[in-house]
C-alpha cells in the first residue's frame, strides 16, 4: 500500500506536466460566436419579409454551429 501510494505521488508532476503540455490553453471563443450571432439575428430581423427573415434566422444558427466547429476544432 505504501509503495502505491510513494508511486503515485513520483507519478503526480509528469500526469499534471502532459496535461498541460497537451491541453491547448487559450480563452474561450463562445463569446465572439454569439456576439456574431446577436448581429445576425438582428441583421435579419430587419428584412422585409418573413420568409426572408426566416431564411436569414437559419443562415445565422448554421453560422453559429460552423463558428462553434472551428473553435473546438481549430480549423
Known amino acids: 500500500m505504501k509503495a502505491t501510494v510513494q508511486r503515485l505521488l513520483w507519478m503526480m508532476?509528469?500526469?499534471l506536466t502532459t496535461l498541460v503540455v497537451?491541453?491547448?490553453?487559450?480563452p474561450a471563443q463562445a463569446?465572439?460566436?454569439?456576439?456574431?450571432?446577436?448581429?445576425?439575428f438582428g441583421r435579419a430581423a430587419g428584412r422585409d419579409s418573413w420568409w426572408r427573415m426566416w431564411a436569414?434566422?437559419?443562415d445565422c444558427e448554421l453560422s453559429l454551429g460552423e463558428c462553434a466547429?472551428?473553435?473546438?476544432i481549430g480549423r
Open 31 to 40: 463569446q465572439t460566436c454569439f456576439r456574431e450571432l446577436r448581429n445576425c
Open 22 to 26: 497537451f491541453t491547448d490553453a487559450r
Open 69 to 72: 466547429r472551428r473553435s473546438i
Open 56 to 58: 436569414d434566422g437559419l
Open 13 to 15: 508532476p509528469i500526469v
